[in-house]
Each structure stands twice: as structure tokens, then as C-alpha cells.
């Protein structure tokens, strides 16, 4: 049975900036706990070893994904899934206005985050399988860039937008209420894309999850799927310390306006930014080089970051460098994973990859927190540096090793 996929080549493409309206609430989400929640509860005088489970708590079902990723691939239609991640997303932020930000509620707000953010994959991994049906290979970097813009930039619009309204409204629930809106307006993109065939979709279901994992393991046996499996556990351009920036901003006396600002709405206008310029380097040189590049970029920041004096103007320079270099990072990453993927089960294949790589995002809040205990802000960035480039090392490695593998074409579709 072949693959019934829309070619799509004979009908005008939409512009790609719609992938980046249709992921903001995926970023959003993660913002707005981050950043808004995070900074809130240290402001109450919560620890911030309390404080960063519940921000990794966000993180743990983007690692574990790919589980259910089959799930919009082979059920309901891909812009279903979306609209139902996205109504419950928005709850979930306006559930999270109205409960107290208090040491008592910490098990509720974990518990929400969690549910949450449970869903809001869902996001994601429609939103990617569109966009691996409905874009050609060779603006794959280009799209991947509006697709990490929309992430990105959407974190800087939940968590910026979220303080800043929750310092200046007197009821927390309104802030919850205008960024779940948001969320929801966001849902007007999908009128702008065609629905993609559900993958190899059998009668039988378990026949439909046999041809999915068929195409999965063709995938990981080529040269370019084993390579972007194991870059997804190198700790290489995570962009991981932006989670704990606004908790730590006392380090460099700054200011809420200006956590607001820097690492809210105009530190994700910054990794839009990184993202649309790193898709365009993508599709102009090789992917693999290009994200070793990205990652070293980020390293150079947190480095040149732990020997600068720690002011508010130090700390509003290289955060917002840190943004741009998180842009340029992520979409490196998903330039790569799109071209290794090609089409087919899109959303569970990419999310084999997007999940796993959340992994040292995860490790490295744990990591960055630990070391900053030890040793403060430098001793946190110093460590993050030296992780990558160890990253770095490892990938360079692994790559030589594996440089002779017999290349697979991913494009076809698999015939059970």
C-alpha cells in the first residue's frame, strides 16, 4: 500500500510564516511558567530549589512525546489534534492565573503545569507534521526557522507579556486570561494549510502502527537519522539557562521591567530573529556544521557572560545574546531533523527526535541550578560553556565514526 500524501507541488503553498502563529502557543505555554511563574514565586520568597522542579516539571512530557506522537498520525485529523491541544492549553494558563503563588499551592501548580504541558505537545507535533508535509526539502531550514520563531518568540510573548501584566493588573486572573486568548487566536493559521493523509492508515489499527514503525526504524538505520538521534542528548546549544534567568536575576540587581523586557518580549523577538537567519544560513550550507556552529555561538556567550561584571546592563547584553544564540541553535536543530526525516509519519518521527532532545534541556536545569548553588552565576555559566563543549567533541567524533554509513532515502514512502 503506498502513501497517499498530498504532493502539494501543483497548489500554491502558504507562506511559512503561518508555522510560526501556529506554534506560539506551544512556546507561550513554557514562557509563561518560566519566566512569569518562576519569577512570581521567587518574588514570594519561594527557593529556587523549589522553584525548578516545577519549570522542569514542564519539560518531562516533551521528553517523553514520541510516546503518544503516533496518536496524530494515525487518529482524528492532525488539525483536530491541534485545536484540542489548544483549548486545553489555554485552560490550563488560565487555571494557573488564578490559583495562588504561595509554598501552600506548589503541588496544585505542579499538577496543573504538568497536565498541561502534557497536551500542549500536541501543539507541536501538529504543527510539525504540517509543516513536513506542506514545505519542499530545500526550504526546509527556512520554515524550520519560522517554525522555531513561532516557539521561541512565543516564549518570549508568554513569559515578557505575562510579567508584565501580572506586575500592572490588579486580579493575577486577567493576565491568565489575556495570554490564553492569545493562545486560542492563534488557531486561525490552520485555515491557511491543506490537511495531510493520515499515515499509512489501515483498517486493522495495530497494521497502521506496524507500517509507522517500519518507517521509524528506516529512519534511525540511515547515516542522517542516527546522527540526529544522538545529537539529541548533547547538551550543545540548549538555551537551558533561560529558564533560570529570571529566577537568578538578583545576581546582576535587575529589575522586573527589566526581566519583563530582556527575557520576556524582547529576548523572544531576539530568538525570532536568531531562528529566521539560522533557517536561512541552513539552507545555504551544511546542516550538521551549521548547528555545530550555532552551539559553539552559545557556548562563546555564557562564557564571555561569567567574566563580565554583574550589573543590570551586563545582564540585559548577554542575555539578549544568549536569545539570539538559542534562535540560531534551535532552528539548527530542526533544519537538521527535517531533512532527515523527509515525509511519512512526520509527526511521530520528528518527535522521536524533538522528545529526546528536551533530555539535556532537562539535565541541564538541574545542572545550571546545581552549579549555581555551588558556585553562583559565574560557576552556572562556566559549566554550561565547558558542557557544550564537551557536546561538541562528542558529535564531531560520532560523526567521523559513522561517516562511511551507506546513505538511506527517506523520501519514498514505506510498502508494507
Given at each position: 500500500m503506498k502513501n497517499n500524501l498530498r504532493a502539494g507541488n501543483s497548489e500554491k503553498q502558504a507562506h511559512p510564516i503561518v508555522f510560526m502563529f501556529l506554534m506560539?502557543?506551544?512556546?507561550?505555554?513554557?514562557?509563561?511558567?518560566?519566566?512569569?511563574?518562576?519569577?512570581?514565586?521567587?518574588?514570594?520568597?519561594?527557593?529556587?530549589?523549589?522553584?525548578?522542579?516545577?519549570?522542569?516539571?514542564?519539560?518531562?512530557?516533551?521528553?517523553?512525546?514520541?510516546?503518544?506522537?503516533?496518536?496524530?498520525?494515525?487518529?482524528?485529523?492532525?488539525?483536530?489534534?491541534?485545536?484540542?491541544?489548544?483549548?486545553?492549553?489555554?485552560?490550563?494558563?488560565?487555571?494557573?492565573?488564578?490559583?495562588?503563588?504561595?509554598?501552600?499551592?506548589?503541588?496544585?501548580?505542579?499538577?496543573?503545569?504538568?497536565?498541561?504541558?502534557?497536551?500542549?505537545?500536541?501543539?507541536?507535533?501538529?504543527?510539525?507534521?504540517?509543516?513536513?508535509?506542506?514545505?519542499?526539502?530545500?526550504?526546509?531550514?527556512?520554515?524550520?526557522g519560522w517554525l522555531q520563531a513561532g516557539n521561541l518568540g512565543g516564549f518570549g510573548l508568554g513569559g515578557g507579556a505575562g510579567l508584565w501584566l501580572a506586575e500592572r493588573l490588579s486580579d493575577p486572573w486577567m493576565t491568565g486570561t489575556i495570554i490564553a486568548l492569545a493562545c486560542l487566536l492563534c488557531s486561525i493559521g490552520l485555515f491557511f494549510l491543506k490537511e495531510p493523509t493520515l499515515f499509512l492508515k489501515e483498517k486493522n489499527y495495530l497494521k497502521t502502527l506496524a507500517n509507522l514503525n517500519?518507517?521509524?526504524?528506516?529512519?534511525?538505520?540511515?547515516?542522517?537519522?542516527?546522527?540526529?538521534?544522538?545529537?539529541?542528548?548533547?547538551?550543545?546549544?540548549?538555551?537551558?539557562?533561560?529558564?533560570l534567568w529570571s529566577s537568578i536575576s538578583n545576581d546582576w540587581n535587575a529589575s522586573a521591567d527589566t526581566v519583563a523586557l530582556v527575557i520576556g518580549v524582547g529576548g523572544g523577538l531576539l530568538s525570532a530573529i536568531g531562528c529566521l537567519l539560522g533557517g536561512w544560513i541552513c539552507d545555504k550550507m551544511d546542516r550538521k556544521k551549521a548547528y555545530i556552529l550555532f552551539g559553539l555561538t552559545q557556548a562563546a556567550v555564557t562564557i564571555a557572560m561569567a567574566f563580565s561584571p554583574q550589573t543590570e546592563d551586563m545582564?540585559?547584553?548577554?542575555?539578549?545574546?544568549?536569545?539570539?544564540?538559542?534562535?540560531?541553535?534551535?532552528?539548527?536543530?530542526?533544519?537538521?531533523v527535517l531533512e532527515a526525516i523527509g515525509k511519512g509519519a512526520a509527526a511521530t518521527k520528528y518527535n522521536v527526535f524533538a522528545s529526546l532532545s528536551n533530555a539535556p534541556i532537562y539535565y541541564m536545569i538541574y545542572i545550571d541550578e546545581w552549579s549555581h548553588r555551588e558556585w553562583g552565576a559565574f560557576g552556572m555559566l562556566t559549566a554550561e560553556s565547558i558542557m557544550a563543549l564537551l557536546g561538541v567533541i562528542l558529535f564531531i567524533t560520532i560523526f567521523v565514526g559513522v561517516n562511511r554509513m551507506k546513505p538511506v532515502s527517506l523520501n519514498k514512502a514505506i510498502e508494507p
Open positions: 506560539a502557543p506551544f512556546g507561550v505555554m513554557s514562557g509563561y511558567v518560566t519566566v512569569t511563574i518562576g519569577f512570581l514565586l521567587t518574588k514570594a520568597g519561594i527557593p529556587l530549589a523549589q522553584v525548578a522542579p516545577i519549570i522542569a516539571m514542564a519539560l518531562i512530557p516533551n521528553i517523553f512525546k514520541f510516546l503518544w506522537a503516533p496518536l496524530v498520525d494515525t487518529t482524528l485529523t492532525v488539525k483536530k489534534w491541534y485545536l484540542i491541544a489548544n483549548v486545553i492549553t489555554a485552560l490550563g494558563i488560565f487555571l494557573t492565573g488564578i490559583i495562588p503563588l504561595e509554598a501552600e499551592s506548589l503541588g496544585l501548580i505542579t499538577a496543573v503545569v504538568f497536565f498541561m504541558s502534557l497536551v500542549n505537545t500536541n501543539i507541536a507535533m501538529s504543527t510539525e507534521s504540517l509543516l513536513a508535509h506542506d514545505t519542499p526539502d530545500h526550504l526546509k531550514g527556512r520554515a524550520g517500519k518507517d521509524i526504524w528506516k529512519l534511525i538505520k540511515s547515516r542522517m537519522g542516527f546522527l540526529a538521534l544522538f545529537l539529541c542528548f548533547l547538551p550543545l546549544g540548549t538555551g537551558a539557562a533561560s529558564n545582564f540585559i547584553l548577554y542575555t539578549s545574546l544568549y536569545a539570539f544564540s538559542s534562535g540560531l541553535a534551535y532552528v539548527g536543530f530542526s533544519a537538521f
